[in-house]
């Protein structure tokens, strides 16, 4: 299946290869599609991508953790059912929701609460909130995209912090550790691997999602699509493709759209491998808390 | 103990043959009035459809309607995109196509023998959101639209604008441009139009379904351009004049080719048609180069541009298209660009001037199945 779709992938895009180079269409910053201007850039994309995943990880990834541990280590168990309960509904929303919520109410909460404060905070002292915030921009993405994810992230990682054996905890406490210092030296390294594993699973989400980005980045074309600060109107691969793929005429502009495709595929097999390499080198530390006290 | 065992066991068999021949009833009670049905009516004809999404809820109104007066005809039509009703009009896997611009030469080569059938007309409006001017009528020429769009005039109080306007106050924030960030029939209108007014515009963007936008933000559909222009002040954008009309967002006046700043309206976007459908092609020859925008006429608007149904001008070219069926979709048409545009005018589609309608009924008769005329 994998390779079926690699497969026609790379075939549907080696027009656009053979027409920008490699390298010209990976670096290239244009995206015109009017006949008789073709050039087709995928970097600022790639730049959009990895910026709006970024600030999801930022954002998604310590309170996921935080809502994990509260519910794994430290909530009465009578709270802990309704909340886990809650978590994994949000976790069966389907993105749309969240982008057309995003889109009608959340954006304008953003606009008003966080992005004109820090605005009118720095007046364009600070280069990333340099801009005059509309609320259809990265962050708004980014932090959605967050909301989208935690609910994965932290479902996975309460189920991982939960097999962690009790043994573990006790040993800790009955070294004398308050319970936070039982988390931290007993529960998250037992724990890492799989809490890794979540992060990147939320990460694989985040870069792949589409239509909720689509709706609330600003989908801006060209060389305005490379962020300049934390505000700025954006695109991602996968939002361009959904954008252009539909009306996309020429055979030209198609190929273009599903080199984006195949960008984006690599882009999302560095991202595991590298995964995999990070969770092995880590599961051969013995996990426990040797040397640590 | 035994004998209750075998008791159940029969007892669940012949629940079993029960619910099996309920079933089976079922099954048969399903197929056979079908099978009696599909007998009965067996000259249904089922005509497909595929292409651009802004005639949709015209052309399925159509479809509703069309069914009082033929009930033995199923339309059904997709709305995918105009380049996707070109492609799969080309594919000949649809029995017509739609779409918002006129097949390219290149699509021309690659589908040969194909007619346009202008079936409606639509047109397209600058909306914008201005504090301080609540309701429509700011005024605006083709020049300046474009120079906002290019990101040259970036304040709404540029002399520019406040020439136009000496009676409105207009604030000194920035223009905050919003266009469509998906390929769109209504961005190739636009596009076309600013081309065609602004020397600039044309050097630097061109024209085409998706553009490199030098400035402003995108959103997805008319909804979400209409979206952006509602919750953010300072905007203007472009939307279809039926979508602007149905959610009441305020849109500038526009000054046509002869100096009037003319209202986006059904009347004003029929007129520039009327006036510009003289040199009209025959449905047979190339449209590629036609365009309704810029129109001449003391009354007309000049942001319109007409939707096209796609046939080929022998119907037997698509193997999927058989005698009967060929005459129905002929016939349906032939329906849909006369009483059809009746419909047309309450969703707020413009309807076809009588110039056009005429046009293409000829186009209709030069049409032929296996080289015998249809109609």
Known sequence: M???????????????????????????????????????????????????????????????????????????????????????????????????????????????????????????????????????????????????????????????????????????????????????????????????????????????????????????????????????????????????????????????LIGLGAVLLILTMIINIGARLLVRKMVKVPTGEKGRR | MNKNKVLLREFNMQKNMIIMSIVAGLLLGIIIPSSIFSVHAQNKIIINGAGATFPFPLIDTWRVDYKTIKPEVDINYQSIGSGGGVKQFTAKTVDFGATDAPLTAQEMQSAPGAVHIPETIGSVVAAYNIPSIPDKGLKLTGEVLGDIFLGKITKWNDPKIQSLNPDKTLPGDDIVVVHRSDGSGTTFVWTDYLSNVSSAWSQQVGKGKSVAWPTGIGAPGNEGVANAIKGTANTIGYIELSYALTTKTPFAFIQNKEGNFIEPSIASTRAAVAAQSGALPKGDQPWTNVTMVNAGGKDSYPIASFSYLLLYKELSTDPNIDEPKAKALVDFIAWAITDGQKTGESLNYVPLPDTVVKLDQDTLKSLTYKGKPLL
């Open chain 1, 2 to 256: 994998v390779c079926l779709v690699t497969f026609s992938v790379f075939r549907g895009s080696i027009q656009i290869f053979s027409y920008e180079g490699v390298i010209g269409f990976l670096t290239g910053t244009d995206w015109n599609a009017v006949e008789g201007r073709e050039s087709f850039g995928a970097l600022p994309y790639i730049v959009g991508t990895l910026a709006s995943s970024a600030i999801a990880m930022v954002i998604g990834v310590p309170i996921s953790l935080g809502i994990a541990t509260f519910v794994s280590e430290m909530s009465p168990p009578r709270l802990a059912a309704p909340i886990s309960f809650v978590i994994e509904l949000l976790a069966a929303v389907p993105s749309i929701i969240y982008g057309l919520w995003a889109l009608f109410v959340f954006r304008f909460w953003i606009r008003d609460l966080i992005e004109m404060p820090l605005y009118n905070a720095f007046h364009g002292s600070l280069p990333i909130f340099a801009k005059y915030p509309f609320g259809l921009d990265l962050f708004t993405a980014g932090i959605v995209l967050a909301i989208m994810i935690i609910p994965i992230i932290s479902s996975i990682c309460r189920e991982v912090m939960r097999v962690v054996p009790n043994s573990q905890r006790e040993a800790a406490y009955s070294l004398g550790a308050t319970r936070w210092e039982a988390v931290r030296i007993a529960v998250f390294p037992y724990a890492k691997a799989g809490i890794l594993g979540a992060a990147i699973l939320g990460l694989g989400r985040a870069v792949g999602e589409t239509i909720l980005v689509t709706l609330v980045i600003g989908n801006v074309i060209g060389i305005a699509a490379i962020p300049t600060t934390l505000f700025s109107q954006s695109q991602t691969l996968s939002s361009l493709i959904a954008n252009e793929f539909n009306e996309a005429s020429s055979d030209l502009h198609l190929s273009a």
